[in-house]
């Protein structure tokens, strides 16, 4: 089974901050990759499918890139509303999470 | 407007069983693979069990496999999780979610129900 290593499993930055999150798959996956952005008490909701495309409707500070085995996902300017957990995907696997807070 | 409902969650003991249901609206829900995802209290996502739009392909995570059936009634736009053998590690909220394209692209989930598996 395909394995994928989230980092880092938490982070805090400043509102304004770049802030990038990686996910490493155990092997090739193409561009096979997702990333979900889940806030407390709530359903995840995709952001990002293919890698690096833009689900329609998510704001354009958050983007995705990468293929094979690494893979990044980056919000631009973070805002106080982007607090929550994240999650890469491929297929039935889903990353660890990495939990974003505002310092 | 898309969307899924689950139903069905509740308390039951361990090694009792409960049926869940997801209804779907809003789209032409023979066309699309559907997912089952669950999480732990505290703990991340983990994909329980998906199903092809026909029925005829189901993927079921290693854990489950014998205890859950996943099944789907298309002329009732309905998804349902049966589980049986249930244990304290299946205590979780189950998300039923849309799969877009058959890549596991889940575009549109469910609020979630909660299962709880204790004595």
């Known amino acids: 089974d395909i394995q994928m290593t989230q980092s880092p499993s938490s982070l805090s930055a400043s509102e304004g901050d770049r802030v990038t999150i990686t996910c490493q798959a155990s092997q090739d996956v193409r561009n096979y990759v997702k990333w979900y952005q889940q806030k407390p008490g709530k359903a995840p909701k995709l952001l990002i499918y293919d890698a690096s495309h833009l689900e329609t409707g998510v704001p354009s500070r958050f983007s995705g890139g990468g293929s094979g085995t690494d893979f990044t996902f980056t919000i631009s300017s973070l805002q106080s509303e982007d607090i929550g957990t994240y999650y890469c995907?491929?297929?039935?696997?889903f990353g660890q999470g990495t939990k974003v807070e505002i310092k | 407007e898309v969307q899924v409902v689950e139903s069905g969650g509740g308390l039951v003991q361990p090694g009792g069983s409960l049926r869940l249901s997801c209804a779907a609206s809003?789209?032409?829900?023979?066309?699309?693979?559907m997912t089952w995802v669950r999480q732990a209290p505290g703990k991340g996502l983990e994909l329980v069990t998906n199903i092809k739009g026909d029925g005829s392909q189901i993927y079921y995570l290693d854990s489950v496999k014998g205890r859950f059936t996943t099944s789907r009634d298309n002329a009732k736009n309905s998804l349902y999780l049966q589980m049986n053998s249930l244990r304290a590690e299946d205590t979780a909220v189950y998300y039923c979610?849309?799969?877009?394209?058959?890549?596991?692209?889940?575009?549109?989930w469910g609020q979630g129900t909660l299962v709880t598996v204790s004595s």
């Open positions: 809003g789209f032409t829900f023979s066309n699309y693979w």
């Open positions: 995907q491929q297929h039935a696997t």
């Open positions: 979610a849309r799969d877009r394209g058959g890549a596991t692209t889940l575009d549109f």
